[in-house]
């Protein structure tokens, strides 16, 4: 289950010939990085269970149809591979509370502004991050989650980023979010014998101004995952984005 994206300059993550290609060889269903009952306390804790739900790049992953067993009510799923986005509409055609649209997480122009509760993002920033054009494709996805997001809504991001690569693009002003960070060990993790530490993942990292990891922090887990929870303030800069040069600057 435990998979990350070191090989992020070997495989084109961030084309969808790549991810359509890969869900026609592999099928099945697979979960990166962590599955619902370790996000479970963070999404329940963030999302009730009557919220609008978008998941962007929902893969092949259980994780939607383990929300909805757990009580959750609309989830809708995209993705940039239509082979994934079939396959998963087929597989849960029964199952009302689960939708599933073939769409780039860059243009999501087909929901009004507003649309949902809570945007959930697991590995799929990722990909963009490593694909070409990665900062401003990073910016448009980002611009388009804020763009769908009510005010209060919270979009949770979980990724194998670290506040150095992760904080720059999320506190860009496009999106005027207040962020949380909660690390999480990568499943399986075991604390070596002898330690002392009794710290909760479940409790949010302190982080600096600038929305780093404060000097000398020290991870348990070298591997270990990071949870945004970023929440949309009410007072939104203008969303539109111009490029000028390589710089993304709203007007
Ligand atoms: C690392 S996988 C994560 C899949 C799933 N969220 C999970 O947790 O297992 C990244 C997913 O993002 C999708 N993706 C990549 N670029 C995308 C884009 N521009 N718009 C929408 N989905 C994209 C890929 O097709 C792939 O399914």
């Known amino acids: 289950m435990y998979r990350d994206m070191s090989a992020c300059n070997t495989y084109n993550y961030g084309d969808a010939l790549y991810w359509d290609a890969r869900y026609i060889q ?17 999404v329940r804790k963030y999302f009730p269970t009557s919220s609008r739900v978008l998941m ?14 757990d009580g959750y009510e609309d989830i809708m799923n995209i993705d940039i591979s239509s082979v994934a986005i079939e396959m998963m509409r087929r597989k849960y055609e029964h199952i009302p509370q689960l939708k599933y649209m073939q769409m780039d997480a860059r243009d999501m122009s087909f929901f009004p502004d ?18 070409t ?15 769908l997001l009510k005010p209060g809504g919270i979009y949770m991001l979980i990724t194998y980023g670290d506040p150095t690569v992760r904080t720059p693009h999320l506190s860009r002003p496009v999106c005027n979010w207040k962020i949380e960070l909660y690390i999480i060990p990568r499943p399986g993790f075991q604390r070596p014998p002898g330690s002392t ?4 993942f479940l409790e949010p990292t302190p ?16 591997d270990s995952h ?24 709203c007007s």
């Open 207 to 222: 982080t600096t101004e600038k929305g780093l990891l404060p000097a000398g922090f020290v991870l348990e887990d070298p």
């Open 133 to 147: 054009d990665a900062p401003i494709s990073a910016a448009q996805m980002l611009g388009e989650v804020s763009r």
């Open 197 to 200: 530490s009794t710290k909760s």
């Open 114 to 131: 507003e649309s949902f509760d809570g945007v959930i993002d697991k590995g799929t920033l990722d990909s963009l991050m490593c694909g």
């Open 56 to 69: 962007v790049g929902c893969g092949n992953a259980v994780m939607s149809e383990d929300m909805v067993k």
């Open 226 to 249: 990071y949870v945004y929870v970023c929440r949309k303030m009410d007072q939104t800069t203008d969303l539109s984005l111009h490029q000028v040069g390589d710089q993304l600057i």
């Open 26 to 42: 592999e099928g099945g269903s697979f979960d990166w990085y962590q599955r619902y009952s370790a996000l479970r306390p963070f």
